[in-house]
């Protein structure tokens, strides 16, 4: 079956790719031009990928909790 009809992408050379080492659509698209174009494949190939197929990085330091968006500032009085 196609997944990219763009590029005449099958399902078989994604799998293939994925077993490659292709963990992202990105790394797909690098590798067989699939959703480079219209993008309409590149949740198809999200899906074939599925989540957590490749290793996350772990953080530095295991202690130190995730970084967070700084609060935002307080309000100074507006000049009268």
Do not use: N
Request: charged share 20%.
């Amino acid at each position: 079956m196609y997944v990219c009809s763009c590029f005449g992408v099958t399902e078989q050379q994604v799998k293939d790719h994925a077993a490659a080492g292709a963990c992202t659509p990105r790394q797909i698209a690098s590798a067989c031009k699939a959703g480079t174009d219209c993008g309409g494949c590149v949740r198809t190939i999200q899906a074939m990928l599925g989540r957590g197929a490749c290793p996350r990085r772990d953080p530095l330091d295991r202690e130190q909790p995730p970084a967070t968006a700084p609060a935002p500032a307080e309000r100074l009085p507006e000049a009268a």
